[in-house]
């Protein structure tokens, strides 16, 4: 019972139905890529299986509890969400933004508590940015120390259950450069393969092609279709859902497996 999952969930807002899901579920060990048009309610679904929409929490389980009976202190310790933009006093330095994701963890300290941050920034990539203020670092680095803040969160006392814990991502690549992109999208898979679950919303195919090993698509507020990523991406229906047209280039060796699609 480690899944996330959701089970009649509708987000309105006034008159309007933002998001509506009859039932979606995500397995602990595999990344989960949420794709779909600006505006389709991709984040909408993120911020609800993450517990940040009050009138979504009974809709949503985790580890076989509905969100609404989390504790908030444990449900911190349990997953993590990482957003596009985060709000930091300045004068912190980039560690200290890192060891702020231990907060939910100050009445029980790990027993290499000091050790957590920096090793979450090396694991990063940004461990030489440790004592530099976080206003000075550029949009990929800022990125990127974020990303260490949640790794840090999600470091349990080695005394606690080994309950799966899981990290949501609004679009963790969206400031980075190519290189970082595949850095980042690569740490996820390392994540994922130690049982960490993934659920990462992205707006690039080709990424969510490579890395992910299931996707849901969401259109218009609905999940349009859910399932194995080369089962889903196909050009027939990113054509209706995005309205572009694409072709696949097939890996050399293996003739049925999507490589890329090039976008016409």
């Known amino acids: 019972m480690n899944e996330l999952r959701v089970d009649g969930l509708q987000v309105r807002r006034g008159a309007r139905t933002l998001l509506q899901v009859d039932s979606l579920a995500f397995a602990p060990g595999l990344v989960h890529a949420v794709l779909g048009p600006n505006g389709a309610g991709k984040s909408t679904l993120l911020s609800a299986l993450a517990g940040l929409d009050a009138g979504s929490c009974a809709a949503v389980s985790l580890h076989g509890r509905r969100l609404a009976d989390w504790p ?49 920034l090396q694991r990063t990539g940004v ?87 299931r996707v849901a698509v969401v259109a218009a507020g609905r999940v349009d279709s859910a399932g194995p990523c080369d089962a889903v991406l196909q050009p027939a229906r990113i054509e209706r859902v995005w309205g572009v047209r694409c072709a696949p280039v097939h890996d050399a060796g293996a003739a049925q497996t999507v490589r890329q699609f090039v976008f016409s």
Request: aromatic share 2%.
């Open 72 to 120: 908030a202190h444990a449900l911190a310790r349990t997953r993590a969400l990482l957003l596009q933009d985060h709000a930091v006093p300045p004068g912190h330095s980039a560690r200290e933004v890192v060891e702020l994701g231990r907060y939910p963890h100050r009445r029980r300290p790990h027993p290499d508590e000091p050790r957590l941050a920096p090793a979450a």
């Open 127 to 213: 461990a030489e940015l440790a004592q530099r203020r976080y206003e000075s670092l550029s949009g990929g680095e800022r990125a990127r120390v974020q990303l260490a803040r949640v790794l840090a969160q999600l470091q349990p006392h080695p005394q606690d259950a080994a309950a799966a814990r899981w990290l949501l991502l609004d679009e963790p690549t969206a400031a980075l450069d190519l290189s970082h992109q595949h850095l980042v999208m690569r740490l996820l898979r390392e994540l994922a393969a130690e049982g960490l679950g993934l659920v990462v919303v992205l707006h690039d195919l080709n990424l969510a092609l490579r890395y992910a090993d």
